[in-house]
T-cell receptor
């Protein structure tokens, strides 16, 4: 079974803090993604990575950065958290091989910025 | 640019009744289409996908979906809903050869006993 884990299920941070969200996948997938989930808006792509040290902006990258130093790990960084970044954050991974295109999701991190 | 619309934000059905969740997409090329389900407190799980071929696709948990190119739709159906189907359902269109996904806003399903 593919497993995608996220470092925290719930996180409470103060405005201005630097926040790290970690994601690890155990299936040697090339692609990893960070989404933000808000009611009525579905999932919106923040950043994705198709290889180690490679990253591409998604639809809503402002206020976020990412790091992928190892194939299995993809980190989302909020340099200076703001209240409008209170949301559910979902990590996903997928493989380039086999033509499946299925993305496997972690359980999510619910971040509250006060 | 691609987009996905799920017109129904909330749907309530009685247990044992049939279900249809609507999904309309906009995409210039041949679409890769997906339905995911998110149970409370969980990540998303793939229910089914359509890439090509038979336009009626079967998925897990007794779900099926039909691709209708003329209507740009990919509606999800289940003949008899169970209480455990209560969840949020997301339709998505794949682009960049299917590697990237654009999601709809989701439909929250409630099941009455």
């Amino acid at each position: 079974d593919v497993k995608v884990t996220q470092s925290s299920r719930y996180l409470v941070k103060r405005t201005g803090e630097k926040v790290f969200l970690e994601c690890v996948q155990d299936m040697d997938h090339e692609n990893m993604f960070w989404y933000r989930q808000d009611p009525g808006l579905g999932l919106r792509l923040i950043y994705f990575s198709y290889d180690v040290k490679m990253k591409e902006k998604g639809d809503i990258p402002e206020g976020y950065s990412v790091s992928r130093e190892k194939k299995e790990r993809f980190s989302l960084i909020l340099e200076s958290a703001s209240t409008n970044q209170t949301s559910m954050y979902l990590c996903a991974s997928s493989s380039d091989s086999g033509g499946s295109y299925e993305q496997y999701f972690g359980p999510g991190t619910r971040l509250t910025v006060t | 640019a691609q987009s996905v619309t799920q017109p129904d934000i909330h749907i309530t059905v009685s247990e044992g009744a049939s279900l249809e969740l609507r999904c309309n997409y906009s995409y210039g090329a041949t679409p890769y289409l997906f339905w995911y389900v998110q149970s409370p407190g969980q990540g998303l799980q793939l229910l089914l996908k359509y890439f090509s071929g038979d336009t009626l696709v079967q998925g897990i948990k007794g779900f099926e979906a039909e691709f209708k190119r003329s209507q740009s739709s990919f509606n999800l159906r289940k003949p008899s809903v169970h209480w455990s189907d209560a969840a949020e359902y997301f339709c998505a269109v794949g682009y960049n050869a299917g590697n990237m996904l654009t999601f709809g806003g989701g439909t929250r399903l409630m099941v009455k006993p």
